[in-house]
């Protein structure tokens, strides 16, 4: 009966990760500038971006609107082709918007 509850145990800790890598897929930020970022990290307040093929991403930070967030690093990187904030893209209109900040 012991094994058992250690099997148990190990399998349920084994599904941690995967758990913690499904939620980061669909939390957070994704922006896409048109040219590629000089820097391969930045900081627009107390955000930090890691940039990699072609892709700034950044986790989620507390109360900044979304339409803020895309603002600000248009403004560190220049123009966007796509934003995503928390698994949801920006629609044209609100992209073109974050892009009036753009550097």
């Not at 000089?38 to 979304?66: E, I, Q, Y």
């Not at 600000?72 to 609100?94: P, Q, Y």
């Amino acid at each position: 009966m012991t094994r058992f509850f250690a099997a148990a145990a190990a399998a349920t800790l084994a599904l941690v990760p995967a758990a913690g890598i499904a939620q980061a897929a669909t939390s957070g930020y994704a922006a896409t500038p048109v040219t590629a970022p000089a820097k391969t990290s930045f900081v627009t307040r107390s955000t930090l971006w890691k940039c990699n093929a072609g892709t700034c991403t950044a986790a989620a930070t507390g109360s900044a609107r979304d339409g803020i967030v895309c603002e600000l690093v248009a403004r560190e990187v220049g123009k966007l082709s796509a934003f995503r904030a928390n698994g949801t893209d920006f629609d044209a209109a609100a992209l073109e918007k974050c892009n009036t900040k753009a550097r």
